[in-house]
Each structure stands twice: as C-alpha cells, then as structure tokens.
C-alpha cells in the first residue's frame, strides 16, 4: 500500500495520530540537537522548537551569555522568532518542544503567547544539579512576596490605576 | 542652608536614605507616565524603569500587540535594553520600578537578571480586573503540571540529558 492510498483511508484519525506520535519524538530530537549544538556553540545546554501541524515554524536555543540577554532562554526566543514569522503575537494552534522543563520565565511566556501544548524532556531537579536556578525561583514562587529572598516593595498605587483606568475607556485598543 | 553644605554634613546616611526615598516616587512615577503613554500610543498599559543608584539605565512599556511580541513586556522589555546599555547579563545592582507587579514571566526575568529590588505600584488583581492573564497565569502556577488547564507531557528524558553532561565536562563555560 502506498502512502496515497494510505491517506485516503475512511479512519484517517488513527492514522494522523500515528504520525503525529512519530513526529513528536523528531520534533523532541530536533530540540535536543538544538540543545547538544547551544553547548559546543558556547550557549547554554538548552534547545527548543515551535511546531504547527507536524511543522517546525521556529526553533532557537539558549543565548543568554552570547547575547547578553538573560531572557534569551530557548523557550522566549523561540516564541519571538515564531511569532515574527507568523505575524502574530497569539501562538494558537501552535506546541512547543523544549530540551527542558520551561522556567517560570518561559513557562509564563508561554501562557502569554497561547500555545496549545508544552513538551519537555529534562526537568528543573535536573537543571539544578547542573547549577541553572529553575529549581530555586520555582520555590520562590511558591512563596507570599515578603517571604522570598528577593525584595519588594509596593508604592503609588492609587496613582497608577490611572493607566488602567485609560485602557479600560479605550475604545480601539487591541486586546490580548 | 544650601545644598552643597547639607551633603557635606556628618551624618551622610540619613540624607542619602532621604534622598532615596524622594528618588523611589520619582522613578515610579516615571514608570506610571511610561505606562500611560503606552496606551495613547497603542500599546499595553504597563510601564517600567530600571535604576542604578538611583539614576535609570533603561526604560519600556507594554508592546506586545504593536510588536507581535508576547514577551515584550514592560519589565521583559526593560531588563533586555538595560543588559544591552550596560553589556551584561547581570543586573545585581540595579532595581526596577514598574507600574504593576510583575507577572510570573516578569518575575522570573527578574530572578534571572539578578536585579536587588522590585517595586510595584498596581497588583495582579487589578491587572485581572481589566482582562488581563496574571492572576489567571498565577493560580496555574500554583498547581500541579498535570491539573493545569495547558497540558504538558514528558518525552526523551534519557537522550536530553547528553547536553547536560556535555555542558558538566565543558571547561570553558559561562555560568549564569
């Protein structure tokens, strides 16, 4: 049986299925590559790649040394090149493969840009053991603000409520 | 008395701490005139600075919608033009003023770039009472990967753990 024959099948849901269960493990591998190539590059050992349909629409690793850029991690700047070429900033319909856990930093921004799903292979124990914080600002978040390690100090509240209370009356603003 | 003679008094800590405390309103309400600019001009309504010894370095807004950019928060925004002014990853040092508490992306952006302090003005329930995610963004990180509304799955531990024994023998590497 060929593969257009194949396609044509009445029950094409197990069939995708199928497929789409080979290209996770590809699209995981292409981020672990990623990862493997950041390292002997002179990043960090972290890799990713933004996926629509079976479809890599971006990928990137961790440059935050090289770019002096600490957001630079795989994850953000995967989603800011994925964005960037599809125009937009809502990732729906998109998943992301990361050679690693997403921090809090990038698990947020994945959130913020919508994408469907997350994949991971390493996890933040095995970050931390590897001397990366993911672990520990975990922890911090786990934490009421005054109880963390880092300080903050609320100030100028009523003044401003003012902006929001602008966005609110706005009546072209683009929401997100 | 005039200025010049009151800086040169004795007791120098209590003027500095006066004169911080003056700097702190001045540099939120710089971050709040950020935040209200941003929404005449477009964008969201978020602003930041980032202050060294009470001068700023950097400054930003929300400009996720006019950059199809969902990391260009104000804070993600700020720190990145703060590390490309003063050539670093690290910001210790430095603190930063914005307009509303960070969300969990922000926050972790924070942890990562090392700045001492956080001051903010509005909270994440003010931020939810206008549409937008970050109390949403934190009540997910509070609960277990598996019962969040964004589903995550594990694959290819084993193979992704290469890059981090690469990254363990690396000599020359650039910790973070």
Redesign the interface.
Known sequence: MNNKTYRHLPDKTIKIKEKNDMN??EL??R??DL??E???K?G????AVIAKDGEIVAEGSNN??ID????A?AE?ST??KA??KL?????SGCEIYT??EP?????????????????????RK??G???F?DDF?YK???LKPADRL????????K??????R???E?ED????
Chains 1, 2 share one sequence.
């Not at 002096?68 to 957001?71: E, F, L, N």
């Not at 880092?150 to 509240?157: A, D, F, H, W």
């Not at 003044?159 to 929001?164: C, H, K, M, S, T």
């Open positions: 996770k493990k995981m591998q981020a672990i990862s493997i950041s390292v002997k002179g960090g050992p972290f890799g935050v040394t002096c850029d600490p957001t991690h953000v989603i800011r964005c960037k125009g937009t900033f809502d990732l050679s690693c921090c809090p930093m990038c698990l947020g921004a994945i959130y913020w840009a919508h994408l469907d799903k997350i994949y991971y292979a390493n996890d095995d970050a053991k590897i001397g914080d600002i911090e978040f786990d880092k300080p903050s100090e609320v100030l100028m509240r003044e401003a409520l003012e902006a929001f602008l966005w609110e706005k603003k683009t929401e997100y």
